[in-house]
């Protein structure tokens, strides 16, 4: 069976500096999207690419003493490193430098100054030269740009004009009659009031620069940036050099543009498409602009956050899941260090990361690494399911309808609902029981599919995460291979799959207080011997020093030895509102397997301190008298419960 087409594009980003993290949000929605439909059996085209013409490149080479083309060659080098540092799966980056775009500008211009809707005059007006564009008095803002706020420069020169006011009225009525063509809604409403306040003939060439494509006919005479811009779509897509793969993929199924392209989008190329007699795209998406710390970004300002460094510190996934989930599509949304290190530990490390540890963990200490075939079934087991298939149909539900958000907190929600289900079903107690063993075997089923489902569920957005989970689980298919449909079904993981050693997937991120990372280094200090001291005199304290203690009940959701230490065991504990790592002295006390489910006293404000290479974040209470030794617990209260 032919797959059908989907074909989707990012804007063609300027060359006139590095990109920032708002044009890596932009390509990782596009991305998301196309990963999406491929996974749902469709033959996709992925466009992106630079725009290197115009003056504002003109003026940047100058200032750098390079040619224009030695100035974005070294740029656009800068761009393909970033997308695939990204993970970016685009099939085709077209330059508007290459003699393929070059041909079809020339032979679009030409064919409509030939039907009469291009027209030489001379232009008196207003230019923005970093927007690349035209503005009559009326449309300025105190004097200046309304798009970018900047100063507007007067031009007076012979140009070449296209027609835009023939196709005023036909474009109105389209937009009016094809709801779809402009979202979200609030865009569609704006370029509708933008066109019935009239469209005047634009301005499609200049003579006072010379970077550009020649116009054909008059070769003193530039291609207008814009104009020159917009076309790549269908230089890429194959009009004039491959009419086959235009007729497969055009009419481009997405243009995602930033909300300030919108305009031109939406407006400038579907009149050119009209003038040309070719299909408009089914839908441009405007989507809204990233601001840090709810400020725009500026130089000026020095908030300008470059992607390149927090991939390098955090990884690309991250920052992926965190642009994606973070912002609702066709809203503007904020950027911040805090709330991308929250959601890494809360989302990737809490709770992907350590159901998928717990899970592994516990299917090599109660299973040999085996996946068993399910055996006795509850009620619980029932909803989980249910839950996974309800899951993985409105996610493609909301995937198709362009909600990732949504799609990504649907998928979240049945990732907290298996972590509940492990609590719910006690895994270490069943293992305890021999009779208990086929009740214990589908649990551990249960929770390693619910894993391969959500792999497959995340691949569009962490496309490096889900074949790491795939492995892990101890899948020998390549999961490059996966589609949609793999999730769709419960019980594909086959038994007898042997899994592989859990290894964190999303370390949790502590940050160094600033005063220790910017402090000159010291000479390493003498470590202090702490001696016990027998029956020693202690100091009253006041209920403020006290109250400087944050005592919490945990709950234990593994334990484990360390390596080499008799003494040691590492703890993972929930407290309500997120998972710790502990180490603790207690290994001669306690087994690892009586430990899990109980509810303990720990103190949650300690100063980290690293054991064995592990970092504690927290310590346990307990009584001891001569050998013995009892953990302070709290059967009855929920996790988080504060002790007072």
Same mark, same amino acid.
């Given at each position: 069976?032919?797959?059908?087409?989907?074909?989707?594009?990012?804007? #063609?980003?300027?060359?006139?500096?590095?990109?920032? #993290?708002?044009?890596?949000?932009?390509?990782?929605?596009?991305?998301?999207?196309?990963?999406?439909?491929?996974?749902?059996?469709?033959?996709?085209?992925?466009?992106?690419?630079?725009?290197?013409?115009?003056?504002? %490149?003109?003026?940047?080479?100058?200032?750098?003493?390079?040619?224009?083309?030695?100035?974005?060659?070294?740029?656009? =080098?800068?761009?393909?490193?970033?997308?695939? &540092?990204?993970?970016?799966?685009?099939?085709?980056? %077209?330059?508007?430098?290459?003699?393929?775009?070059?041909?079809?500008?020339?032979?679009?211009?030409?064919?409509?100054?030939? *039907?009469?809707?291009?027209?030489?005059?001379?232009?008196?007006?207003?230019?923005?030269?970093?927007?690349?564009?035209?503005?009559?008095?009326?449309?300025?803002?105190?004097? &200046?740009?309304?798009?970018?706020?900047?100063?507007?420069?007067?031009?007076?020169? +012979?140009?070449?004009?296209?027609?835009?006011?023939?196709?005023?009225?036909?474009?109105?009525?389209?937009?009016?009659?094809?709801?779809?063509?402009?979202?979200?809604?609030?865009?569609?409403?704006?370029?509708?009031?933008?066109?019935?306040?009239?469209?005047?003939?634009?301005?499609?060439?200049?003579?006072?620069?010379?970077?550009?494509?020649?116009?054909?006919?008059?070769?003193?005479?530039?291609?207008?940036?814009?104009?020159?811009?917009?076309?790549?779509?269908?230089?890429?897509?194959?009009?004039?050099?491959?009419?086959?793969?235009?007729?497969?993929?055009?009419?481009? @199924?997405?243009?995602?543009?930033?909300?300030?392209?919108?305009?031109?989008?939406?407006?400038?190329?579907?009149?050119?498409?009209?003038?040309?007699?070719?299909?408009?795209?089914?839908?441009?998406?405007?989507?809204?602009?990233?601001?840090? +710390?709810?400020?725009?970004?500026?130089?000026?300002?020095?908030?300008?956050?470059?992607?390149?460094?927090?991939?390098?510190?955090?990884?690309?996934?991250?920052?992926?899941?965190?642009?994606?989930?973070?912002?609702?599509?066709?809203?503007?949304?904020?950027?911040?260090?805090?709330?991308?290190?929250?959601?890494?530990?809360?989302?990737?490390?809490? =709770?992907?990361?350590?159901?998928?540890?717990?899970?592994?963990?516990?299917?090599?200490?109660?299973?040999?690494?085996?996946?068993?075939?399910?055996?006795?079934?509850?009620?619980?087991?029932? +909803?989980?399911?249910?839950?996974?298939?309800?899951?993985?149909?409105?996610?493609?539900?909301?995937?198709?309808?362009?909600?990732?958000?949504?799609?990504?907190?649907?998928?979240?929600?049945?990732?907290?609902?298996?972590?509940?289900?492990?609590?719910?079903?006690?895994?270490?107690?069943?293992?305890?029981?021999?009779?208990?063993?086929?009740?214990?075997?589908?649990?551990?089923?249960?929770?390693?599919?619910?894993?391969?489902?959500?792999? #497959?569920?995340?691949?569009?957005?962490?496309?490096?995460?889900?074949?790491?989970?795939?492995? *892990?689980?101890?899948?020998?298919? =390549?999961?490059?291979?996966?589609?949609? @449909?793999?999730?769709?079904?419960?019980?594909?993981?086959?038994?007898?799959?042997?899994?592989?050693?859990?290894?964190?997937?999303?370390?949790?991120?502590?940050?160094?207080?600033?005063?220790?990372?910017?402090?000159?280094?010291?000479?390493?200090?003498? &470590?202090?011997?702490?001696?016990?001291?027998?029956?020693?005199?202690?100091?009253?304290?006041?209920?403020?020093?006290?109250?400087?203690?944050?005592?919490?009940?945990?709950?234990?959701?593994?334990?484990?030895?360390?390596?080499?230490?008799?003494?040691?065991?590492?703890?993972?504990?929930?407290?309500?509102?997120?998972?710790?790592?502990?180490?603790?002295?207690?290994?001669?006390?306690?087994?690892?397997?009586?430990?899990?489910?109980?509810?303990?006293?720990?103190? %949650?404000?300690?100063?980290?301190?690293?054991?064995?290479?592990?970092?504690?974040?927290?310590?346990?209470?307990?009584?001891?008298?001569? @050998?013995?030794?009892?953990?302070?617990?709290?059967?009855?209260?929920?996790?988080?419960?504060?002790? &007072?």
């Amino acid at each position: 069976m032919e797959k059908k087409p989907f074909y989707i594009t990012t804007p #063609i980003y300027y060359p006139s500096d590095k990109l920032h #993290i708002g044009h890596a949000y932009c390509t990782t929605i596009a991305d998301s999207v196309a990963r999406f439909k491929r996974l749902a059996g469709y033959d996709v085209f992925f466009l992106t690419g630079s725009d290197e013409h115009g003056q504002k %490149i003109q003026r940047k080479a100058q200032e750098n003493k390079v040619t224009p083309i030695e100035y974005v060659d070294k740029i656009v =080098d800068s761009f393909k490193h970033l997308w695939v &540092k990204l993970n970016i799966s685009n099939d085709d980056f %077209i330059r508007t430098t290459e003699t393929r775009h070059r041909e079809v500008v020339q032979a679009i211009f030409q064919k409509i100054h030939d *039907q009469g809707d291009i027209y030489k005059a001379s232009y008196e007006g207003w230019y923005c030269t970093p927007c690349e564009t035209f503005w009559i008095e009326r449309q300025l803002n105190d004097g &200046k740009c309304p798009d970018c706020g900047r100063p507007v420069e007067v031009v007076q020169e +012979e140009s070449y004009f296209f027609r835009m006011s023939k196709y005023q009225d036909r474009l109105l009525k389209y937009i009016e009659e094809n709801p779809d063509f402009i979202q979200p809604a609030s865009r569609r409403n704006e370029m509708i009031n933008f066109i019935k306040g009239g469209l005047e003939d634009l301005c499609v060439s200049r003579t006072t620069f010379d970077w550009g494509i020649p116009v054909p006919f008059d070769t003193k005479h530039v291609v207008y940036v814009w104009f020159d811009a917009l076309t790549n779509y269908i230089t890429a897509a194959g009009y004039l050099h491959d009419r086959d793969k235009l007729a497969k993929y055009w009419p481009a @199924d997405i243009h995602l543009v930033g909300k300030e392209i919108v305009r031109f989008h939406t407006i400038i190329w579907p009149i050119i498409l009209m003038a040309l007699e070719v299909e408009l795209p089914k839908m441009v998406y405007g989507h809204g602009w990233l601001v840090v +710390e709810g400020d725009k970004m500026s130089k000026s300002k020095g908030n300008v956050i470059e992607p390149l460094q927090l991939i390098e510190e955090f990884g690309s996934d991250a920052i992926r899941y965190f642009l994606l989930r973070e912002i609702t599509l066709g809203m503007d949304g904020n950027f911040s260090r805090d709330a991308l290190i929250n959601r890494i530990n809360a989302d990737l490390a809490n =709770d992907l990361g350590n159901l998928l540890h717990r899970t592994l963990n516990m299917i090599g200490r109660f299973n040999n690494s085996i996946i068993e075939q399910p055996g006795e079934t509850d009620t619980v087991d029932d +909803e989980l399911i249910k839950l996974a298939q309800n899951t993985t149909a409105e996610y493609e539900r909301l995937m198709e309808a362009m909600d990732i958000n949504a799609a990504i907190k649907q998928v979240w929600t049945l990732i907290s609902r298996t972590n509940k289900y492990i609590d719910e079903t006690a895994p270490w107690a069943l293992a305890k029981d021999p009779a208990q063993k086929s009740r214990l075997n589908t649990v551990m089923y249960n929770l390693a599919e619910t894993l391969r489902i959500v792999s #497959i569920l995340i691949s569009p957005f962490m496309p490096s995460t889900a074949p790491k989970i795939w492995q *892990q689980l101890g899948i020998k298919s =390549d999961f490059a291979t996966v589609c949609l @449909d793999d999730a769709q079904g419960w019980g594909r993981l086959a038994a007898g799959t042997v899994v592989a050693k859990p290894e964190p997937i999303f370390p949790r991120i502590e940050e160094k207080e600033q005063a220790e990372e910017t402090k000159p280094a010291a000479k390493p200090e003498k &470590k202090q011997e702490v001696k016990v001291v027998e029956n020693p005199a202690t100091p009253e304290i006041t209920i403020d020093d006290f109250a400087k203690m944050d005592l919490r009940v945990a709950k234990v959701l593994a334990a484990e030895k360390v390596k080499g230490a008799d003494k040691l065991l590492t703890l993972t504990v929930d407290l309500g509102t997120e998972q710790r790592t502990i180490v603790s002295g207690i290994a001669k006390h306690y087994t690892p397997e009586e430990l899990v489910g109980k509810n303990v006293v720990m103190i %949650i404000n300690l100063k980290p301190a690293k054991i064995r290479g592990i970092e504690s974040r927290g310590m346990v209470l307990a009584a001891s008298c001569d @050998d013995k030794l009892t953990l302070v617990t709290a059967p009855e209260m929920p996790a988080g419960s504060k002790v &007072k």
